[in-house]
Structure formats: structure tokens, C-alpha cells
């Protein structure tokens, strides 16, 4: 009997999705737990596995939207080449060969004539979609001047999402500036023992996980959130770190930043974004955090304003370091400096706060020792 392939549950919360690419084509032989086909929801992408080996025929195509629990193609357990390449099998002994005792040399036997090509057994091709329903993420015909794509789940839920923290909060960024010498230096001072002694890199965005972690200690509005007609006010410090994913921006949440070290922190993010990037992350990944930091500076930006990531009152901008020249002790330095926006809602948080928490991020930036001494 034939093994289904059914779309796999993603959470209580979804309940559908799009099945966006096929790794594999209607026939091929798979092999168990082998990736098949990638899901894409309003919330998360992910991917589809073989539960066992054979050859597998497709029953939806790329682009079509599905449901969890829908079968969406067989695989045939008992096929020829299961689990291995057709044809890889060693040829069976000719007769004559096999009757041969050792050592003797066998009768030249005639050359068979050459085998009729055979007709290939006909296989189904899978269904095509309705006329009027166009598959997500596939280009529309066009003049060559434009491209079209159906929005993809997630796309659509990243813009209601960002759509409804810009009408429903009462949003407003306030900017910092930070020296980022001290974080340099200590970085170029003791990245090789670091990287001997954790496996991974020093980076930026562990002194900036904890300093944020520092800051809403200290300005505990920045850490509340608006449910209903409550200010409810968080006393953990799960820090969702922003990641650019080919299917869009996804939040990973670490969480207990007040508890981990700056290596544990650094390989956390590490394994977030590369589940992300890779689609192996959860939903409950996703879920959670209370605060976010966002760094625009990878891709070279200057200055922003972070749209606030809902139900969470702020968000921290990072930025580019750049050399610029600024007053130091009565007199122009060269520093590498990077600009900090912080969006805030400010139905909860006042701007004094929020000038707070930016000063708080900045002190513990320029002075590291901070974080070590919790001062």
C-alpha cells in the first residue's frame, strides 16, 4: 500500500498553507526522512520529509494552497530502486555463465540483438490548478516590463502585522549615538581565546542583548505591554533578534538573556537564524519575546525608525559603524560610531523613558566593564 505524504501540523493557530517549491520530481526515487517539499505559512516556513523510502508521485503542484493534514503525494514502498538509484544493481550471471565450471572457458556464445527501447509506463501528471487561482510565488505571463507575484503567506502576514503596529500604536523613535571603541577593542583583544574556547565568534549583538537586558531592568516600562485595559508588566527578558530570510524578516526569540553568558547568547542567535534561514524553525520559536533588536547596520543603513514588533512596546535599531569625527575632552577625534534609534509605543512608555533606556544602552556600550560589574 502506497505511504502517504500528508502536509504536517504547525500549530493550533494554522490551519492551511501554500506549498511553495518541490525538492523532488513526480517519480524520483527518496530515500527516509529526506526534505520533499517546503511550506510556507502566514507565520513560519518549513519542510515536508519522507517517512519512508520509494518512488513518489506527486498530487499537487508548486504554488497550490493545501491543508494540514492533506495528502499531497504517495510514495510507492514496494518500487523497484527503493532507496538507491534505478539501475545500480549488479547484472545477474548469463546462463552460460553460470553453468560454466571454474577456470573453463565458456563457448563464444552469439551477440544478442539489441533490446527494443521500451515505452515508459505512463504516469498521471499532477493535477493543475483552477483556471482562475494563480500559484503563490509563481510569475504571471508578462511584457517583459513587469513581474508579478501573488503575495506568499508570510509576506501578507509580515504586512498586516506592520500595518497594525503603525495604526494601533501610538509610535514614536527616539535616537542615540554610541563610540563603539570600547566594544572593538575588546573584541579584537580577545577574539581568538574566545573562539577557542566556545567554537563561535564574539560579536556585536551579544554586549547589545545585554545591554538591552541591563536597560529594561532599570526602566521597566520599556518591558510592559498593553492587553485590553492593562499595563502588564514583564519581569523576564526573552529577546526576539531579528533575521533577514529570503521569505522575509522572522524573529527568533532567546530566551532568558538575564541568565546566558555572551557565548551562550552568540551561539543561540547563531542556531536561530540559520533554523530560520533554512526553515526549520517553529512557531514556538517565534512566540514570546518581549523586546526586539533589529540591525539594519549588516545591509549598510545609517539611520531608521524600527516599526514595533506587536504585542511588545519597543524595539532597538542598530545601525552601521561608521568613522566620523566628534568632540572628545575639547577636541575632534576620529571614532567609529554607530547610530541607536528605539521605537516605542507611547501609550506606554514616556519619553523620558525611553531617553533613558537609550543612555542605559549606550553607557554599557562604551564602558563594557558595565555588564561585568552590573553598574
Same mark, same amino acid.
Given at each position: 500500500?502506497?505511504?502517504?505524504?500528508?502536509?504536517?501540523?504547525?500549530?493550533?493557530?494554522?490551519?492551511?498553507?501554500?506549498?511553495?517549491?518541490?525538492?523532488?520530481?513526480?517519480?524520483?526515487?527518496?530515500?527516509?526522512?529526506?526534505?520533499?517539499?517546503?511550506?510556507?505559512?502566514?507565520?513560519?516556513?518549513?519542510?515536508?520529509?519522507?517517512?519512508?523510502?520509494?518512488?513518489?508521485?506527486?498530487?499537487?503542484?508548486?504554488?497550490?494552497?493545501?491543508?494540514?493534514?492533506?495528502?499531497?503525494?504517495?510514495?510507492?514502498?514496494?518500487?523497484?530502486?527503493?532507496?538507491?538509484?534505478?539501475?545500480?544493481?549488479?547484472?545477474?550471471?548469463?546462463?552460460?555463465?553460470?553453468?560454466?565450471?571454474?577456470?573453463?572457458? /565458456? #563457448? &563464444?556464445? !552469439?551477440? +544478442? @540483438?539489441? *533490446?527494443?527501447?521500451? =515505452? /515508459? #509506463? &505512463?504516469? !498521471?501528471? +499532477? @493535477?493543475? *490548478?483552477?483556471?482562475? =487561482?494563480?500559484?503563490?510565488?509563481?510569475?504571471?505571463?508578462?511584457?517583459?516590463?513587469?513581474?508579478?507575484?501573488?503575495?506568499?503567506?508570510?509576506?501578507?502576514?509580515?504586512?498586516?502585522?506592520?500595518?497594525?503596529?503603525?495604526?494601533?500604536?501610538?509610535?514614536?523613535?527616539?535616537?542615540?549615538?554610541?563610540?563603539?571603541?570600547?566594544?572593538?577593542?575588546?573584541?579584537?583583544?580577545?577574539?581568538?581565546?574566545?573562539?577557542?574556547?566556545?567554537?563561535?565568534?564574539?560579536?556585536?549583538?551579544?554586549?547589545?542583548?545585554?545591554?538591552?537586558?541591563?536597560?529594561?531592568?532599570?526602566?521597566?516600562?520599556?518591558?510592559?505591554?498593553?492587553?485590553?485595559?492593562?499595563?502588564?508588566?514583564?519581569?523576564?527578558?526573552?529577546l526576539g533578534i531579528a533575521?533577514?530570510?529570503?521569505?522575509?524578516?522572522?524573529?527568533?526569540?532567546?530566551?532568558?538573556?538575564?541568565?546566558?553568558?555572551?557565548?551562550?547568547?552568540?551561539?543561540?542567535?547563531?542556531?536561530?537564524?540559520?533554523?530560520?534561514?533554512?526553515?526549520?524553525?517553529?512557531?514556538?520559536?517565534l512566540e514570546g519575546g518581549?523586546?526586539?533588536?533589529?540591525?539594519?547596520?549588516?545591509?549598510?543603513?545609517?539611520?531608521?525608525?524600527?516599526?514595533?514588533?506587536?504585542?511588545?512596546?519597543?524595539?532597538?535599531?542598530?545601525?552601521?559603524?561608521?568613522?566620523?569625527?566628534?568632540?572628545?575632552?575639547?577636541?575632534?577625534?576620529?571614532?567609529?560610531?554607530?547610530?541607536?534609534?528605539?521605537?516605542?509605543?507611547?501609550?506606554?512608555?514616556?519619553?523620558?523613558?525611553?531617553?533613558?533606556?537609550?543612555?542605559?544602552?549606550?553607557?554599557?556600550?562604551?564602558?563594557?566593564?558595565?555588564?561585568?560589574?552590573?553598574?
Amino acid at each position: 500500500m502506497p505511504l502517504e505524504v500528508k502536509v504536517p501540523p504547525m500549530g493550533e493557530s494554522i490551519s492551511s498553507g501554500v506549498l511553495a517549491k518541490w525538492h523532488v520530481a513526480d517519480g524520483d526515487a527518496v530515500r527516509k526522512d529526506q526534505p520533499l517539499f517546503e511550506l510556507e505559512t502566514d507565520k513560519i516556513t518549513s519542510e515536508g520529509t519522507a517517512e519512508g523510502a520509494g518512488r513518489i508521485s506527486l498530487l499537487v503542484q508548486a504554488g497550490a494552497e493545501v491543508k494540514i493534514g492533506q495528502v499531497v503525494a504517495t510514495i510507492e514502498t514496494g518500487a523497484p530502486g527503493e532507496g538507491e538509484d534505478a539501475g545500480t544493481a549488479a547484472p545477474a550471471p548469463s546462463p552460460a555463465q553460470a553453468s560454466s565450471p571454474s577456470g573453463a572457458e /565458456p #563457448a &563464444p556464445q !552469439p551477440s +544478442p @540483438p539489441p *533490446p527494443k527501447p521500451s =515505452a /515508459p #509506463a &505512463p504516469r !498521471p501528471a +499532477p @493535477p493543475a *490548478p483552477p483556471a482562475d =487561482a494563480r500559484p503563490a510565488g509563481t510569475a504571471a505571463a508578462s511584457d517583459g516590463r513587469q513581474t508579478r507575484r501573488k503575495l506568499s503567506p508570510l509576506r501578507q502576514r509580515i504586512a498586516e502585522r506592520l500595518v497594525a503596529s503603525q495604526h494601533e500604536a501610538a509610535m514614536l523613535t527616539t535616537f542615540n549615538e554610541v563610540d563603539m571603541s570600547a566594544v572593538m577593542a575588546l573584541r579584537a583583544r580577545y577574539q581568538d581565546d574566545f573562539v577557542k574556547r566556545y567554537g563561535i565568534k564574539l560579536g556585536f549583538m551579544s554586549f547589545f542583548a545585554k545591554a538591552a537586558v541591563r536597560a529594561l531592568k532599570e526602566v521597566p516600562a520599556v518591558n510592559a505591554q498593553i492587553d485590553g485595559d492593562t499595563i502588564v508588566e514583564n519581569h523576564f527578558y526573552d529577546l526576539g533578534i531579528a533575521v533577514s530570510t529570503e521569505k522575509g524578516l522572522m524573529v527568533p526569540v532567546i530566551r532568558g538573556c538575564d541568565q546566558l553568558g555572551m557565548a551562550d547568547i552568540e551561539k543561540r542567535i547563531a542556531e536561530a537564524a540559520k533554523g530560520a534561514r533554512e526553515g526549520r524553525i517553529t512557531l514556538a520559536e517565534l512566540e514570546g519575546g518581549v523586546f526586539t533588536i533589529t540591525n539594519g547596520g549588516i545591509f549598510g543603513s545609517m539611520l531608521s525608525t524600527p516599526i514595533i514588533n506587536p504585542p511588545q512596546s519597543a524595539i532597538l535599531g542598530l545601525h552601521a559603524i561608521n568613522d566620523r569625527p566628534v568632540a572628545l575632552n575639547g577636541q575632534v577625534v576620529i571614532r567609529p560610531m554607530m547610530y541607536l534609534a528605539l521605537s516605542y509605543d507611547h501609550r506606554v512608555v514616556d519619553g523620558r523613558e525611553a531617553v533613558t533606556f537609550l543612555v542605559k544602552v549606550k553607557q554599557a556600550i562604551e564602558d563594557p566593564t558595565r555588564l561585568l560589574l552590573s553598574v
